[in-house]
């Protein structure tokens, strides 16, 4: 009869996975141990938390032990060939602390993983750039991995927010759910719009299956409430360059609001006139997140020195050829 092997392990929270449950915890720092026996180990103190007895819903704190007596097979170690060492190194920086970095994602490139691509996207190539300055080591944290606070549909470009540790995460992504983030972006329309600035108000749904939304200009059941405000920064040759700023973040709010009023985007095929976009040769998306503006109205604990802080994009890949004139070949 094969006997047992058990030894001790003893796990420190650190500040990253503070304000988890014990439960979440243990799943996520010994993934080889099945649930129920956790949940067992626990009952019989064989996982203790500060040599006491734990549960399962407790909630630990930053320095926290958790003694583990369970059987050495749970504890094999971790593989260390990382799917993101095979992400692109490429990456363009508009600014980087301790706490945050804000990029600039290229059109095309993807931010989270998808069913087309998996290995090279926004996230993937943040990771790497982590791991290979020595800011992030997966096997040094239990729970927390580098993550995005914001994301930027394929085919648009701009500013995206990445936290380096979970107390920047979390207070991130409350203010972004209280909207006190602001995101400018720039965007080329077809047609002249008659009122130079003008916020546009409607109410939408979306079609979950096809990914797309309708657009109403009065409200419909279900609907949500749509708010986008714009400024006409320049008109050219039946085309205007516009910078936005959304007061409400819908589902493809930007090109589904305008399109809806007969001045889709340029190039973009979902919500404009693909009869327009093939006679101007233009395939490309012309929209571009461009700036961005901390504008806190409530505590920002650890960020609270951004507060007031407006990043910019200043080289948006169609603003200096359309103020020139010179839209070229190279952005069709």
């Not at 209280?178 to 719009?193: A, F, I, P, Q, S």
């Not at 979306?206 to 949500?224: A, F, R, W």
């Not at 205007?240 to 007969?262: K, M, N, P, W, Y």
Request: hydrophobic share 35%; charged share 30%.
């Amino acid at each position: 009869m094969l006997q047992e092997v058990r030894s001790l392990k003893s796990f420190t929270v650190n500040k990253n996975d503070a304000g988890q449950r014990l439960d979440k915890f243990i799943t996520k720092a010994v993934p080889a141990l099945p649930k129920s026996l956790m949940y067992k180990y626990i009952r019989t103190k064989k996982i203790k938390v500060n040599r006491k007895k734990g549960d399962i819903a407790l909630k630990l704190n930053e320095g926290d032990i958790i003694d583990m007596y369970i059987n050495d097979e749970f504890f094999a170690p971790k593989e260390e060939k990382y799917d993101f060492l095979s992400a692109s190194k490429k990456l363009k920086i508009v600014y980087e602390d301790e706490n945050i970095i804000l990029l600039d994602k290229s059109v095309g490139v993807l931010s989270h993983p998808d069913e087309t691509e998996y290995n090279d996207t926004l996230i993937t190539r943040v990771k790497r750039y982590l791991y290979e300055k020595g800011e992030y080591n997966p096997a040094d944290e239990a729970s927390f991995t580098p993550a995005l606070v914001n994301r930027i549909d394929r085919n648009t470009g701009g500013i995206v927010i990445a936290a380096k540790n979970a107390e920047s995460l979390r207070i991130l992504n409350q203010k972004l759910k209280d909207r006190e983030l602001e995101k400018y972006y720039l965007c080329v329309l077809h047609g002249t719009l008659k009122k130079k600035s003008d916020t546009l108000e409607g109410w939408m749904t979306k079609d979950e299956k096809k990914n797309k939304v309708t657009v109403y200009s009065h409200q419909v059941p279900g609907g949500k409430v749509m708010k986008t405000k714009y400024k006409v920064l320049d008109e050219k040759d039946g085309l205007s360059l516009c910078e936005v700023d959304l007061l409400t973040g819908r589902t493809h709010q930007i090109r589904a609001h305008f399109a809806s009023i007969g001045h889709p985007l340029l190039g973009d095929g979902k919500y404009g006139t693909n009869a327009l976009n093939k006679a101007l040769g233009y395939k490309k998306q012309f929209l571009y997140s461009y700036k961005l503006v901390f504008k806190f109205t409530t505590d920002a604990g650890i960020l609270e020195y951004l507060n007031g802080r407006c990043f910019t994009v200043e080289d948006v890949w169609f603003k200096t050829e359309f103020l020139n004139g010179t839209l070229t070949e190279g952005n069709k």
